[in-house]
């Protein structure tokens, strides 16, 4: 389906780039061809080609639009500002930009690993810039705070920020950005419990899977890869030979690696549906089920980060049977959790809420993945407690 009621900039070049980052965010990097980008455009292919050579280079200028415009938001409203309200200022900004760009802003999380190493580093320059001068406008609001907890903090902020790309949840434009505010504002003020003495960071251990039976072993490095490398760029030989088994015996298991695809979309889902009765079956009052809730879901989330990631990532690499019952699947979990939010936060709008529990999950969900050792299951927890209404300690 076209996508519409987009504000094209006059510059063809960038048109081509912000049509080109709507269709991978909707549909994939993969599943999108020139062609495809023409059409949306209403142009031919080789009118594409005039100022590309390639997708990847369509996929380069996305993601360095998105980057220059991000380190251009946080610029512009930190200068703006009065000095002690600098970091609001930045994070609104960027909070606006995202609703604005709420298509797009998923492109340089998930599709810019479609990128060469070489190229990603340098696309990420103006991006890790601004991040910094945003840890640096905390560490100024908050001048005994850790630069690792400010680091921790940061991540987390832009995780809600970002969070409106990953849902389809509605809201009125000034409800979204009151409630992304407020979500921030909890999380940059917030207190954290402290790190561990000596974190180690998470990477992987090649022995691992080893003791696994065989089809376990190969859906464990399936995921891993699929994460690491995107499903596309993953084959069966590629998978048998992380798993320590000959590719033509992975077909005795799975029949292809999109059938191992849905496989971990199943396991996701079952977990998704198994962790909240487990973590709620006992509780005694709202604010206690929630609190289990919150537990059970950030340590299921580490323990299964390189899951959550593909599970958020390859959705659009599933048949369309497997993507509406995975869907159906979120929303009632996300239900789960609105339900419970909704006992503790009375009083509040329920399209708000279904807003703020999108973005506590997507929290979870990108420490669990890439905020470093600092990030633990306790810190995340920490983190989600205040933000969904609860104190800041079980």
């Not at 996305?62 to 000095?83: H, I, K, M, T, W």
């Not at 060469?116 to 991040?131: I, N, T």
């Not at 609190?291 to 950030?298: K, N, S, T």
Request: aromatic share 6%.
């Amino acid at each position: 389906m076209p996508i519409t009621q987009r504000r094209r900039p006059k510059d063809r070049k960038e048109t081509i780039a912000l049509v080109a980052a709507e269709l991978f965010c909707a549909r994939g990097y993969h599943n999108v061809g020139i062609e495809d980008i023409a059409q949306e455009i209403g142009v031919t292919g080789p009118a594409i080609y005039r100022h590309f050579p390639n997708k990847q280079a369509v996929l380069a200028a996305a993601v360095q639009e998105l980057g220059l415009r991000f380190a251009e938001c946080v610029r512009s409203g930190a200068d703006e500002a009065a000095p002690a309200g600098r970091l609001r200022a930045a994070l609104l900004a960027l909070v606006r930009y995202t609703l604005d760009r709420r298509a797009v802003a998923r492109l340089y999380q998930w599709e810019g690993r479609h990128l060469e190493p070489g190229r990603r580093a340098v696309l990420a320059a103006p991006f890790d810039g601004a991040v910094r001068t945003l840890r640096e406008l905390l560490l100024d609001s908050r001048p005994g705070l850790a630069r690792q907890d400010a680091a921790l903090l940061i991540s987390a902020a832009l995780s809600v920020i970002a969070s409106p790309a990953t849902h389809r949840a509605s809201l009125s434009r000034t409800r979204a950005e009151g409630t992304l505010l407020d979500c921030v504002a909890v999380l940059v003020g917030a207190d954290l419990p402290a790190p561990p003495r000596q974190a180690s960071p998470r990477e992987h251990q090649p022995d691992r899977f080893a003791l696994l039976p065989r089809r376990e072993r190969l859906l464990a490095e399936a995921i891993r890869l699929f994460h690491e490398r995107g499903y596309h760029q993953v084959s069966i030989s590629d998978i048998g030979q992380a798993a320590g088994i000959n590719a033509s015996s992975v077909y005795s298991h799975f029949a292809s690696t999109a059938e191992l695809l849905a496989a971990a979309y199943y396991r996701a889902t079952s977990r998704l549906e198994h962790t909240p009765a487990a973590a709620l079956a006992g509780a005694g009052t709202p604010a206690q089920a929630l609190g289990r809730l919150i537990d059970a879901y950030v340590e299921t989330t580490f323990a299964q980060a390189d899951l959550a990631a593909v599970y958020l990532s390859e959705s659009e690499s599933l048949p369309p049977a497997d993507l509406r019952r995975l869907r159906a699947a979120q929303r009632r979990h996300v239900d789960t959790w609105t339900g419970l939010v909704a006992q503790v936060r009375p009083g509040e709008v329920p399209s708000e809420i279904r807003f703020r529990t999108h973005a506590a999950l997507n929290v979870v969900s990108d420490l669990a993945r890439s905020a470093g050792p600092s990030a633990t299951e306790e810190r995340t927890a920490a983190l989600l407690r205040p933000l969904l209404g609860l104190p800041d300690q079980p």
